[in-house]
């Protein structure tokens, strides 16, 4: 019984949050594999809305096992802070587990990344600003503090001396910042090891341990695909690698264990931050979406870009993920516009045409999505449980899409509750196996 990746399909905010979280209660882990606290989901659940940066979704679901992987930067503080908000919430952490191979978001990194994006001006990625970036740099450059460095003081401080040594130059501006003295920093940073001790765990024997006992893992990415570092829009990309393959180098399985990878997109498009974005509408349509659909991120509250649906970019995620199953979220914003455009193709000057994502950074900053119309509906979708459920023209906008992308549509949003959602016959399959 399988492994299943979860990725965004998109440029991240798909929703995968909610989707994880139903899948979580058949699945026995849901491991992070990627990403820090830029990433945010929001679970509405009984009413009531949780919001996580760090801590997988799965949480809410009582002593189900919950790992934050090797392969994402944390930030203490933040896990911290998670931690006591979810304990004052009465959820009960016992299933939560970090990684002590993963990286460490250090107060240096925070002010690394705000003043890197201060250099850059209006050349800025539009980075959230969280030392993500600088963090991940620091693990390539071998100077990274890894979270089982917070259980001993003499080690921590020799690695955070050693980290910082290089970084004088660009820290000139915070010489006087508290939070850089090279004491302090230690002591806070024990203390934080006092707090994340019970968590910390080697943790990729157990995903093993469900996959051996085929049970079922939910390997849970962050951001998107169209965000990868290396295959996706750079340099306007996160830091890391968000893409299926991801799954195995940043929870440590292999390749084998990966049975279903599921993209999850919006029924239309949105990006926060600087970069190309093909589909954009950049006008009433475009402001309709963004508040129909609530398009403000989670983390930074930030006013999303919002667009058409690409499936230039999504046949692209296809086939760099690997996607046997496509999760469609937020069909529901499109109610009442009629008629919808989907792109297919994209054009670029001089008549150019491109049926695939082109890999030119100067050809897809130019290129715009070629849209079809279909037909719009007007029936309020919310109440849909199965696919019958949905108007004529609803139907057949999923049914162009699976046609376009060549893969199946195996879950459908219909609205930002848990239970407003629909599981097609796929879906259906692989929870009820993973249930048995
Ligand atoms: P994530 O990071 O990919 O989980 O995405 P976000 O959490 O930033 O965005 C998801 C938002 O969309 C949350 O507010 C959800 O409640 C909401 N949401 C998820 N699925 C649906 C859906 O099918 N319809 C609507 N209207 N909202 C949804």
């Not at 049975?259 to 931050?273: C, L, M, N, P, Q």
């Not at 979406?289 to 609530?294: D, K, P, Q, S």
């Not at 499936?311 to 914003?333: P, S, W």
Request: with cysteine; proline share 5%.
């Amino acid at each position: 019984m399988p492994g299943l990746v979860i990725v965004g399909a998109q440029w991240g905010d798909e929703g995968k949050g909610k989707v994880v979280d139903l899948l979580a209660e058949q699945a026995d882990a849901v491991i992070r594999f990627q990403g820090g606290n830029n990433a945010g989901h929001t679970i509405v659940r009984d009413g009531e809305t949780f919001k996580f940066h760090l801590i997988p979704s799965g949480i809410l679901h009582s002593g189900k096992q919950c790992v934050i992987g090797n392969g994402v930067v944390v930030d203490p503080r933040v896990l911290i802070s998670e931690i006591d908000g979810l304990r004052r919430g009465g959820v009960d952490l016992s299933g939560l587990r970090v990684s002590a191979n993963a990286h460490l978001i250090m107060p240096y990194h925070l002010l690394l990344d705000q003043a890197g994006e201060a250099r850059l001006g209006k050349r800025e990625i539009g980075t959230t600003k969280r030392g993500i970036g600088p963090a991940y740099a620091d693990k390539a450059s071998r100077l990274g503090i890894r979270v089982q460095d917070l259980l001993d003081e003499k080690i921590l401080r020799q690695k955070i001396a050693a980290a910082m040594e290089p970084k004088a130059p660009l820290l000139r501006d915070f010489v006087k910042d508290p939070s850089l003295d090279l004491h302090q920093m230690t002591e806070d940073h024990r203390a934080y090891g006092d707090r994340l001790a019970p968590y910390i765990a080697d943790t990729p024997p157990l995903a093993w341990e469900a996959l051996d006992k085929g049970r079922l893992v939910v390997f849970e990415g962050a951001q998107g695909t169209l965000l990868d570092i290396d295959h996706g829009t750079y340099p306007f990309v996160t830091s890391s690698n968000t893409l299926a393959g991801a799954a195995c180098a940043g929870a440590g399985v292999g390749p084998k264990s990966i049975d279903e990878v599921w993209g999850i997109a919006k029924a239309y498009s949105t990006r926060v931050g600087a970069g190309p974005f093909p589909t954009e509408l950049d006008d009433e349509m475009g402001a309709r979406l963004r508040e129909a659909g609530h398009e403000f991120g989670t983390t930074t509250g930030r006013a999303r870009r919002c667009g058409w649906l690409d499936l230039v970019a999504l046949r692209y995620a296809v086939r760099i993920n690997g996607l046997t199953g496509l999760v469609l979220t937020k069909l529901d914003v499109l109610t009442g516009i009629d008629p919808l455009a989907v792109a297919t193709e994209y054009s670029g000057p001089e008549g150019a045409r491109f049926a695939s994502f082109p890999y030119h950074q100067s050809v897809l900053h130019h290129v715009r999505g070629e849209t079809v119309e279909l037909p719009g509906w007007d029936e309020d979708i919310s109440r849909a449980r199965s696919l019958d459920d949905l108007p004529a023209n609803a139907r057949a906008y999923i049914a162009f899409i699976e046609e376009q992308l060549g893969i199946p549509v195996v879950t459908v949003g219909v609205g930002p509750g848990r239970e407003e959602i629909i599981w097609t016959n796929a879906a259906d399959e692989l929870r009820e196996a993973a249930a048995a």
